[in-house]
């Protein structure tokens, strides 16, 4: 019954009785059911006025789309994790989730990042997950992490926050502060994945110890608009062709002329980030002269970030 009461709730105050005539319940209900949705998590207000949900909510009626990625979307207060949730919706038997289809969520109590961290979604974080259904060759597959950075880069930077991307997938602050972590799991089959589900956090209004939030940077910013903003990006980005999300990755980074050290799966290396191969992978030159070929590991970068980053016009978690 709460999430019978969720698609009614705007960013407006309605009464008990004007909701419970859209039910079919009395106003007490009405109560009881907003006060269950904010024990999930919802940020429901209750006012003299009625009953409403938090200014920005990053619910479907309250996000702005102009896009085919989110028109199927699920907001969630609280979740194990919005992956897990997005592959179930894509194997419900009745109503499958169709491509673009979206997973938000409040809190999550299984959160993961990369490599098995925790993905800490403090209040004021905008989680959530897209559904990309196949066939995806893998060597799609080693550059939607890439494609996925330069829309969230994209998405900031039309709000005039100087932000870089460091490989393979985060997106940092002016200071080298982390904003926003992104993750892709596949479903495997052979040499292609027959889906895809692609994770995003990004800080908006407070940020875990450490890292940086776009509050910060653009002060007044909405989960639900820049949700908007983001899925529109990805919607661009993702289909865009190979060749021009590379180019807009190395217009956009912070890794690339930069000394690092890369942990990986064999062990630790050092050396100088030159460049990206055709999916994706960083290469890197030792100190003893070889490049070797990353193709999945946790970039350090050697040194200070320069005063200002790379910024790029708009084109139509582990820890975060």
Not at 26 to 42: I, K, Q
Not at 243 to 256: H, Q
């Amino acid at each position: 019954m709460p999430a019978r009461l969720m698609p009614l709730l705007t960013d407006r105050p309605q009464t008990g009785d004007a909701l419970g005539a859209r039910l079919g319940v009395n106003r007490v209900t009405v109560n009881t059911l907003a006060r269950r949705l904010a024990e999930e998590g919802v940020p429901v207000t209750v006012s003299r006025g009625g009953y409403a949900l938090a200014a920005g909510t990053p619910a479907p009626q309250l996000v702005p789309l102009t896009g085919a990625f989110g028109q199927a979307m699920r907001y969630l207060g609280t979740v194990g994790s919005t992956q897990d949730e997005a592959r179930a919706w894509a194997d419900d038997p009745d109503r499958p989730a169709p491509h673009g289809a979206v997973v938000v969520a409040e809190r999550q109590t299984a959160g993961r990042g990369r490599r098995g961290r925790t993905w800490d979604t403090t209040h004021g974080t905008l989680v959530f997950s897209v559904l990309l259904h196949g066939p995806l060759p893998l060597p799609d597959l080693g550059r939607m992490p890439l494609a996925a950075g330069v829309a969230l880069q994209a998405a900031c930077a039309g709000l005039d926050v100087g932000s870089g991307l460091k490989w393979p997938n985060d997106l940092l602050a002016p200071d080298s502060r982390k904003l926003a972590g992104i993750l892709l799991e596949a479903d495997l089959r052979g040499e292609e994945a027959r889906r895809a589900v692609l994770g995003i956090g990004v800080n908006v209004s407070a940020a875990p110890p450490g890292a940086a939030h776009l509050g910060e940077f653009a002060p007044g910013l909405t989960r639900a608009d820049l949700l908007a903003r983001i899925l529109a990006e990805l919607e661009h980005w993702l289909a865009a062709p190979p060749d021009a999300v590379l180019e807009a990755w190395r217009a956009a980074n912070i890794t690339l002329g930069r000394e690092v050290r890369v942990t990986t799966a064999g062990g630790e290396l050092s050396g100088m980030a030159l460049d990206l191969d055709p999916q994706g992978s960083l290469l890197v030159r030792t100190s003893a002269g070889t490049t070797v070929t990353v193709h999945a590991g946790d970039v350090q970068l050697v040194g200070t970030l320069a005063p200002s980053l790379p910024i790029r016009e708009s084109t139509p978690q582990e820890n975060l």
